[in-house]
């Protein structure tokens, strides 16, 4: 792979939020990975996403959410499964909550528009977080779903919350996973 860009879309891989550690990004590295979501591709300019960072002081109040949304879902978790969906919100230095906005007062970009603009601004924020040496790791998970968090973040009738992304530095690696071959997904009409 002789090109950067090249090297920087392929070297990149999914890393799991457990094994993504301190040091995180600094205040200036943070700011370039966000602001490279503000280059996606975006219909009608309507910036149709936004990310919430939720900081180290917030992430207890994410983990019960987590809890709760279990116990809603399954009354006979374990203890240790309990523990364990608090613990997730605990993952990682840096981590934000990826956001569609659908709201749109001319009704004239659709919703699977917005969903791609948000798609290609996490792949800018990930390639970014690559870039300056940084794994990165997405989730989601069944609590993305739940009202309870929706209340958490203050989300909008208008808002969704599609992944979770998680960036630190790679403690532990797995090997990449093997990528579709062109024939798989490129046809000629
Ligand atoms: C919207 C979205 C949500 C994801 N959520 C999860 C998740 O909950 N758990 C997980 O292991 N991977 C999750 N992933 C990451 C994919 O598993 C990963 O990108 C895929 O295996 C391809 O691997 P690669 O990113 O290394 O190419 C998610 C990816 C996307 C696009």
Excluded at 116 to 140: K, P, T
Aim: proline share 6%; charged share 20%; net charge neutral.
């Amino acid at each position: 792979m002789d090109h950067f860009a090249e090297q920087l879309i392929h070297g990149r891989s999914h890393i799991s939020p457990k094994r993504l550690g301190e040091p995180g990004p600094s205040a200036a590295q943070k700011e370039t990975i966000l602001l490279a979501a503000n280059a996606a591709p975006d219909h009608g300019r309507m910036v149709p996403w936004r990310f919430i960072e939720i900081q180290q002081e917030s992430r207890n109040a994410l983990g019960e959410v987590f809890y709760q949304c279990l116990l809603d879902r399954d009354l006979n978790a374990t203890p240790i499964q309990l523990q364990e969906a608090r613990e997730k919100a605990l993952r990682g230095p840096l981590l934000l909550l990826a956001i569609v906005n659908y709201a749109d007062d001319t009704n004239e970009i659709s919703k699977e528009e917005k969903l791609v603009s948000l798609g290609c601004a996490v792949q800018n924020v990930l390639l970014s977080a690559y870039a300056l040496g940084f794994g990165s790791g997405l989730s989601s998970g069944k609590a993305l779903q739940s009202p309870r968090l929706r209340s958490l973040f203050h989300l909008t009738d208008h808002e969704d919350p599609i992944c979770f992304i998680t960036i630190g530095m790679v403690t532990k690696n797995k090997p990449g996973r093997k990528r579709p071959g062109l024939s798989e997904y490129h046809s000629i009409f």
